[in-house]
């Protein structure tokens, strides 16, 4: 079992850094009357952001933070659940933490927004008034465009594990039974989807970990892109130099149709012991039922300057439910830094100032190849005033050369320094 160092990385910092210094008179205020109620809504890689840095950077402004889930369930690292090299108990925290900070953690379900009315309802009856909210629902699915897929991931014949929780496990243990010379297949839906080089990553480490404890076994990876969608040639370098005796890609292989023994592609049938199709994606189902969604049917689109819904403003959407900037990832670390740029633009909205007109943003993303080794792509993002959106700014960033054992390090401990920076920890 790998363990997870807690040597910090500044690797976190770039948009925290900018709001923060726009921000600079105001840090450390907590006493006076509130100069705002903010209503958070979920709890993950952006929500629990935006909760903490409002009370790092307003003080005096009053935070709720509501999630469905008990704790704080990590999809980073999750692969390494499924492959064995970590545990659930690894990728989890609590949000005490957070609550030690001011801000109000509420656990329960947000069931509609009222948004004339500045009120949300909760499961249950309860209701809650904001003068600004922040939306951060992540993703939800839409198995109906694929024959069976509700009916097969409600009988739980098939998994997604594409939201980390009770998914990974099961997932694991259909990979844990899977006898020997059986084949796990994997479906990856076409782009946009939640965190782009995260299939490769798991057929990487199931690979890794098959390779070992079931040799005769086999991942196949059935993709509905043309092409490997994030670090491409890294990828394609791992396939073929770790597992070209237990793992095939086969690209433009979309998924049509499940039945209950085969899945059916364009041109073939598909049979496999563990079937894990990944969905595609849209924004959660609050966005959606708020009237927030206006790009494609599926994305939230926002003004990048305050991550506010284009439908809505004063409503601050965030993450994997936003219509992503050109080059933009849907990725926790990106999530996190929408945060920022929110909970910077909320205080100085709230305050009646202007919001600052150049955020920047950054992003680094990791993938395991293995257990143990790791590598990365990076980039910045800088918003373009003309455009009205974000941009990567050219020669920023970039892929590693190889992935190393030292990138695996690295990559946990990103991990727990951006859990420590979302959660407060
Ligand atoms: C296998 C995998 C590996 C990944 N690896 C990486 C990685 O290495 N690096 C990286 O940066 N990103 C990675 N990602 C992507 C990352 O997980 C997402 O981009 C990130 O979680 C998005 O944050 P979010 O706040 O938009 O959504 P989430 O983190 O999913 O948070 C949404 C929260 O909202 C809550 N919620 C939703 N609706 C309601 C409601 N109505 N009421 C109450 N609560 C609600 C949910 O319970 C959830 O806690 C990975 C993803 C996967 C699946």
Redesign the pocket.
Known sequence: MLKIPVQRRRLLGAGAALAATALAGCAGMSSGPSIGRVVV???????ATAARYLKLWGGNVDVTL????AD?V??????LVLGGYQRMADITRGYDALKAVGVKVLR????AIDVPGRKLRLAGGGELSYDRLVL????DFMPEQIGGLPSALDSERVFH????GPQTVALRQRIEAMPDGGVFAMFIPKSPY??P??PY??ACVVASYLKTAKPRSKVLVLDANPEIQSKKGLFEKSFKELYSANLEYRPNAELKELTPTLAKLDFEDVKADVLNVIPPQRA???ARSAGLITVNNRWVGVNWLTMEATAAPGIHV????TFSAPGM???????NQHAKVSAAAIIQLLKGEAVNATPVVM?????FVSGSEAMHVASVHQYDAADKTFKTVPGSGGVSAAASQMEGRY?LS??QN?WADSLAL
């Open positions: 809504v979920g709890g993950g890689y952006g929500g509501v999630e469905r889930n704080f990590s999809c980073p690292i999750s692969n329960g379900e947000v069931t951060s629902p992540g993703i594990a594409w939201k980390a939640r965190c080089p995260g990553e798991r959660g189902d609050l965030l993450g994997d439910a990832p849907k990725s926790g670390h990106m999530a992003n680094t993303c990791y993938s990559a990103w991990a951006i």
